[in-house]
């Protein structure tokens, strides 16, 4: 079951520079920040209510990020939708035939999280994440 927004990614290319506009523009600081080398970025989740921002550097010049950043420039990157269980959910999706970057859930920033092909949801990467 889909149970909130739990975060919008933005894909930036400095953190350090990204981290300050977010402070400048409206007082918002990241509570953690984390290298995560099987994304490829290091990540920074930025709290707003109950739901974040969170924003990628890539680390890993072949990754996905720094892909996406080399195609598109920086932005908007992802959605992220929590759930209950992200295996059963990824599981569902497979079954009927949803495009699937991850089949089964994996360590992200956001707890155990899998993504949706672009091409599944209207050009947006859909992220799911199951607090852990
Ligand atoms: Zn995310």
Do not use: Y
């Amino acid at each position: 079951m889909i149970k909130r927004v739990n975060h919008i990614a933005i894909a930036v290319k400095n953190m350090d520079e990204a981290l300050s506009v977010f402070e400048n523009l409206f007082g918002l600081k990241a509570a953690h920040i984390e290298e995560l080398p099987d994304h490829g970025v290091k990540a920074a989740a930025i709290p707003i209510g109950d739901g974040e921002i969170e924003l990628l550097e890539p680390i890993d010049p072949e990754g996905a990020v720094a892909k996406f950043i080399e195609r598109r420039g920086e932005g908007i990157h992802h959605i992220c939708l929590e759930v209950d269980n992200i295996d059963e959910e990824l599981k569902s999706l497979a079954k009927r035939g949803v495009e699937l970057i991850d089949k089964v859930g994996r360590k992200g920033l956001a707890g155990k999280v899998g993504f949706l092909h672009p091409r599944a949801a209207k050009g947006v990467i859909i992220e799911l994440a199951q607090k852990v």
